[in-house]
């Protein structure tokens, strides 16, 4: 079985940072790719950041120039960090992983950008 476990995420003024990183453990025989989702209440989940194994990554338009993803293959982790954030920001960060080609999906984390 596998597992991903979320941290970071909390309260911050608009303009600040925050950082999200997520742990996939269990049984990974292969690790496809990871990502970044945001859901906000009445809207479908919607994927922020995407990264590959080969290390390729994309952003959703709207988070360009300002977020970025990483992973650290060996521990399995991915990382998002949150630069110039936005009330638009607020949400649900859901991670994902492509692991054994099944799907997973971490327990969500709240962000949100209030002054």
């Known amino acids: 079985q596998v597992q991903l476990v979320e941290s970071g995420g909390g309260l911050v003024q608009p303009g600040g940072s925050l950082s999200l990183s997520c742990a996939a453990s269990?049984?990974?025989?292969?690790?496809?790719?990871m990502a970044w989702y945001r859901q906000v209440p009445g809207a479908t989940r919607a994927r922020v950041a995407v990264?590959?194994?080969?290390?390729?990554?994309d952003y959703a338009d709207s988070v360009k120039g300002r977020f970025a993803i990483s992973m650290d293959s060996a521990k399995n982790t991915v990382y998002l960090q949150m630069n110039s954030l936005r009330s638009e920001d607020t949400g649900v960060y859901y991670c994902?992983?492509?692991?054994?080609?099944?799907?997973?999906w971490g327990q969500g984390s709240q962000v949100t950008v209030s002054s």
């Open positions: 994902y992983a492509l692991i054994n080609g099944d799907d997973f």
């Open positions: 269990g049984s990974i025989l292969r690790l496809y790719r």
């Open positions: 990264i590959t194994s080969a290390n390729r990554t």
